[in-house]
């Protein structure tokens, strides 16, 4: 028995499932889990030495790799001076300003925990704000595992097939309406059909947690347009995808001002971290100065912000995106490549570092468009990969992430598996 499976059994008497996130259990593609004892650049080392080429990248925040020098050497200084103070401190307020000059939207910003209380505190600040209970939100994007939020959900949710979880009441669940992503009608018609009651509208503006989707040319606008029109709240969950696919994420590359943003992994440079933010007359109902009321112990850590501002000071300093780009669109034209040369209906939607591979003729557009594509095909893409010393997320439902890291032999080497898995699948 391997080191990850004797680790496996010892976790599953302790631990549901023996994870702490339901997607690391392989329970999608089927086999045991692997654990990683080490990480550097764009290389994960198992538990059983072995080296994997990482395109899960910790679900997105390793956008400079794993284990980075000047990460690491801002929270050992970070950690000379203490590990958590329970007052404020110097770094959160150098966390908020960059956050600020990067997102022109953000006037004023809280930070939290998580992406899951980040996404949770925007809404209950939408219903408190507007003094109305309906959220919009839209099948396949998962916002975290709160209970107005956890109804049609993506992510981990969607692959072990229970998108509405268990212990959401009922009364919760009528309170959050579903729609179609890239359908503005279904928008039209929602707000049509509940005039007045509807607090705001969240969506991941560009899709990962159904495998990576993006917009449709104009849809966020639209989406905007009928939130301006009728009083809702737009928040854009940019928890994945801001600071990776631009410094001021999809907004940024959208053209598109939302009322309040939420945000997490990258800026906290791989330790805990989520942060909300928007239009300062809305974050203003906020306590301690307003009704709203949210609160966290570790809120602000001084650990993760050192280390959050270390990963955007170095993404300011050096503008990785073009290079990102560059290397998805390769990870992308190999696996596309294959599957024609083998006759194989793919799609691999990409935009800058975030990739997924859908073995399906259609165009993936959507939830339904998305579960639709051939799962099975899907897993035995996954193990050969990983046979093969290459780490795809465990799942046909997640997004593939890319590194700065990744470049040179690691992205030749994983073009060179997509493209033998492909062709003998």
Same mark, same amino acid.
């Given at each position: 028995?391997?080191?990850?499976?004797?680790?496996?059994? /010892?976790?599953?008497?302790?631990?549901?499932? =023996?994870?702490?996130?339901?997607?690391?259990?392989?329970?999608?593609?089927?086999?045991?889990?692997?654990?990683?004892?080490?990480?550097?650049?764009?290389?994960?080392?198992?538990? %059983?030495?072995?080296?994997?080429? &990482?395109?899960? *990248?910790?679900?997105?925040?390793?956008?400079?790799?794993? #284990?980075?020098?000047?990460?690491?050497?801002?929270?050992?200084?970070?950690?000379?001076?203490?590990?958590? +103070?329970?007052?404020?401190?110097?770094?959160?307020?150098?966390?908020?300003?960059?956050?600020?000059?990067?997102?022109?939207?953000?006037?004023?910003?809280?930070? *939290?925990?998580?992406?899951?209380?980040?996404?949770?505190?925007?809404?209950? $600040?939408?219903?408190?704000?507007?003094?109305? &209970?309906?959220?919009?939100?839209?099948?396949?994007?998962?916002?975290?595992?709160? &209970?107005?939020?956890?109804?049609?959900?993506?992510?981990?949710?969607?692959?072990?097939?229970?998108? %509405?979880?268990?212990?959401?009441?009922?009364?919760?669940?009528?309170?959050?309406?579903? $729609?179609? +992503? #890239?359908?503005?009608?279904?928008? %039209?018609?929602?707000? !049509?059909?509940?005039? =007045?009651?509807?607090?705001?509208?969240?969506?991941?503006?560009?899709?990962?947690?159904?495998?990576?989707? /993006?917009?449709?040319?104009?849809?966020?606008?639209?989406?905007?347009?009928? *939130?301006?029109?009728?009083?809702?709240?737009?928040?854009?969950?940019?928890?994945?995808?801001?600071?990776?696919?631009?410094?001021? =994420?999809?907004?940024?590359?959208?053209?598109?001002?939302?009322?309040?943003? *939420?945000?997490?992994?990258?800026?906290?440079?791989?330790?805990?971290?989520?942060? +909300?933010? =928007?239009?300062?007359?809305?974050?203003? /109902?906020?306590?301690?100065?307003?009704?709203?009321?949210?609160?966290?112990?570790?809120?602000? #850590?001084?650990?993760?912000?050192?280390?959050?501002?270390?990963?955007?000071?170095?993404?300011?300093?050096?503008?990785?995106?073009?290079?990102?780009?560059?290397?998805? /669109?390769?990870?992308?034209?190999?696996?596309?490549?294959?599957?024609? !040369?083998?006759?194989?209906?793919?799609?691999?939607?990409?935009?800058?570092?975030?990739?997924?591979?859908?073995?399906?003729?259609?165009?993936?557009?959507?939830?339904?468009?998305?579960? !639709?594509?051939?799962?099975?095909?899907?897993?035995?893409?996954?193990?050969?990969?990983?046979?093969?010393?290459?780490?795809?997320?465990?799942?046909?439902?997640?997004?593939?992430?890319?590194?700065?890291?990744?470049?040179?032999?690691?992205?030749?080497?994983?073009?060179?598996?997509?493209?033998?898995?492909?062709?003998?699948?």
């Amino acid at each position: 028995m391997s080191v990850s499976e004797q680790l496996f059994a /010892r976790a599953q008497q302790l631990i549901p499932g =023996g994870v702490n996130s339901p997607v690391r259990a392989f329970r999608s593609v089927g086999g045991a889990p692997f654990f990683v004892k080490s990480a550097h650049g764009a290389t994960l080392v198992t538990a %059983d030495d072995r080296e994997l080429i &990482d395109f899960v *990248c910790t679900w997105g925040p390793a956008i400079h790799g794993h #284990n980075h020098p000047r990460i690491r050497a801002a929270i050992a200084a970070a950690l000379e001076n203490g590990t958590s +103070f329970g007052t404020p401190n110097p770094y959160e307020v150098e966390m908020a300003e960059l956050i600020v000059r990067f997102f022109p939207s953000i006037q004023k910003v809280r930070m *939290c925990n998580s992406g899951t209380e980040a996404t949770m505190s925007a809404v209950r $600040l939408a219903r408190g704000f507007t003094g109305r &209970d309906k959220i919009v939100k839209f099948s396949g994007c998962y916002h975290g595992h709160s &209970d107005s939020l956890l109804i049609k959900a993506g992510s981990g949710a969607l692959t072990h097939g229970y998108p %509405d979880s268990a212990g959401v009441p009922a009364a919760f669940a009528q309170e959050t309406i579903v $729609l179609p +992503f #890239n359908d503005p009608s279904a928008l %039209d018609a929602a707000f !049509a059909a509940n005039p =007045g009651r509807i607090a705001g509208v969240i969506l991941e503006p560009y899709i990962g947690n159904v495998g990576f989707i /993006r917009a449709e040319p104009g849809y966020l606008r639209q989406v905007r347009a009928a *939130c301006t029109a009728n009083g809702a709240v737009l928040i854009f969950d940019e928890v994945m995808t801001g600071f990776r696919l631009a410094r001021g =994420g999809v907004q940024e590359l959208e053209a598109i001002v939302p009322d309040l943003t *939420c945000l997490g992994k990258i800026i906290g440079g791989g330790l805990p971290v989520g942060a +909300f933010g =928007g239009r300062a007359d809305i974050m203003d /109902r906020l306590a301690p100065l307003g009704p709203v009321y949210q609160a966290g112990t570790l809120s602000g #850590n001084p650990l993760a912000m050192a280390a959050g501002i270390a990963a955007l000071r170095e993404i300011d300093e050096k503008d990785p995106y073009p290079r990102l780009e560059a290397l998805g /669109r390769r990870i992308r034209d190999a696996a596309l490549a294959a599957a024609r !040369a083998k006759g194989l209906p793919a799609r691999a939607p990409q935009c800058g570092s975030m990739l997924s591979v859908f073995f399906t003729a259609d165009p993936v557009r959507d939830y339904d468009s998305a579960i !639709a594509s051939d799962a099975a095909l899907f897993r035995r893409f996954f193990h050969a990969c990983l046979a093969q010393g290459v780490y795809w997320p465990p799942s046909a439902f997640e997004t593939a992430f890319l590194s700065t890291a990744h470049d040179g032999a690691a992205v030749d080497r994983a073009c060179e598996v997509l493209t033998k898995v492909i062709r003998e699948l």
